[in-house]
């Protein structure tokens, strides 16, 4: 692995040195999500420096190397009834756990049991300079002052080169069921509002077409007094149902010409939108997948007023802004992280701000 950590540290400061941009590339399952980067003429590939480093269940962390896939952690944790309770998105089979972090998204659990950030412990990366740096630990009561590793979650590469991380992991739910209602949008947003006050064991939530859907995660008296509580019809199978969803499989995501697909962040508590558009909720109303062909800024305008910000996912047109533009404050302090790890701007050049 030394061998394959000098390669990235010359690739890096050869990048540097000619002034040119840097394409960090695990599985590439994942390369539409952002802004197009502006300099794709060298590649750093990642898929090589690969591996579990270490793994203890009793002690609910795993620690692997950022080209390791995705797939082959997960398995490892079925193995001991463990899993990575954020449900990671994977996209494609290539999947890696680098990617995983730098994009920091998240499946169908994440408002019952937090995002990737919530989970990681530390990292160790490769920054501008070619210098290894380590940031955070590998037990869940690591204090590490300014939280670093956890940074690293949505930062699409633009920092450094992930090179490894420790995760929290959780065992696996006893039993899982599914509930579905007939109901309004307006209802559904209700009812979910409602229930999230309430300790009911909701693991997973969406609503689509007429149809609220609710996972229930827990022990079997928990699902039984929830399911009496609830009513719905009970959907024993319904595991491909949510993994459709995560991996955005499900006809809903099918594109749409001339449509972009928004991801829409909002407080739980916001009203059904007043917009021209397909949508699917998650998340107990928090998330809200939409279809539409609004312009960008009267979207945006729209959502901000309502106390969110929208996303460009994926689809449209490539030449407006993925992300919601910071407030002067807040682009400073990115700014200022950018030139402090990366200060000849090599790593993924646009691809997050501009």
Not at 98 to 126: I, K, N, W, Y
Not at 257 to 268: G, Q
Request: aromatic letters at 8%; hydrophobic letters at 40%; proline letters at 5%.
């Amino acid at each position: 692995m030394d061998k394959i950590l000098q390669q990235f540290r010359e690739q890096i400061l050869t990048a540097g040195a000619e002034q040119r941009g840097l394409l960090l590339q695990g599985g590439g399952t994942k390369q539409w999500y952002g802004n197009p980067i502006a300099d794709t003429s060298a590649v750093l590939d990642t898929q090589a420096y690969r591996g579990v480093i270490s793994y203890e269940p009793t002690e609910l962390v795993i620690s692997a190397r950022c080209g390791t896939s995705l797939k082959e952690i997960e398995a490892l944790l079925d193995q001991h009834g463990q899993m990575l309770a954020f449900e990671p998105p994977h996209f494609g089979p290539a999947a890696t756990v680098g990617g995983m972090l730098a994009t920091g998204l998240s499946g169908p659990r994440r408002a019952s049991v937090g995002a990737v950030r919530d989970f990681v412990l530390g990292v160790s990366l490769m920054n501008g300079a070619g210098e290894i740096l380590r940031f955070g630990g590998q037990v869940m009561k690591n204090v590490a002052g300014y939280d670093v590793s956890r940074l690293m979650a949505g930062s699409l590469g633009s920092l450094g080169l992930l090179l490894d991380v420790s995760l929290k992991v959780l065992p696996k739910p006893v039993a899982e069921t599914s509930l579905m209602f007939a109901m309004s949008e307006a209802d559904a947003l209700s009812h979910l509002n409602r229930w999230a006050g309430q300790a009911l064991p909701i693991s997973a939530s969406s609503y689509y077409a007429g149809r609220l859907m609710l996972r229930l995660s827990g022990s079997v008296p928990a699902l039984l007094a929830a399911k009496q509580r609830l009513g719905g019809q009970e959907i024993d199978s319904a595991n491909d149902y949510w993994e459709s969803l995560r991996e955005q499989s499900h006809h809903f995501f099918t594109p749409e010409e001339d449509y972009a697909l928004w991801r829409v962040s909002l407080p739980s508590t916001a009203p059904t939108l007043k917009l021209r558009s397909k949508s699917l909720i998650e998340w107990g109303g928090a998330q809200r997948w939409l279809w539409t062909n609004e312009s960008e800024a009267a979207l945006r305008t729209t959502i901000q007023a309502m106390g969110g910000h929208v996303t460009r996912f994926r689809y449209g047109a490539v030449d407006s802004p993925a992300f919601t533009e910071l407030a002067p404050p807040l682009l400073k302090i990115h700014r200022q992280l950018k030139a402090a790890f990366d200060p000849a701007a090599i790593f993924n050049r646009g691809r997050l701000f501009d």
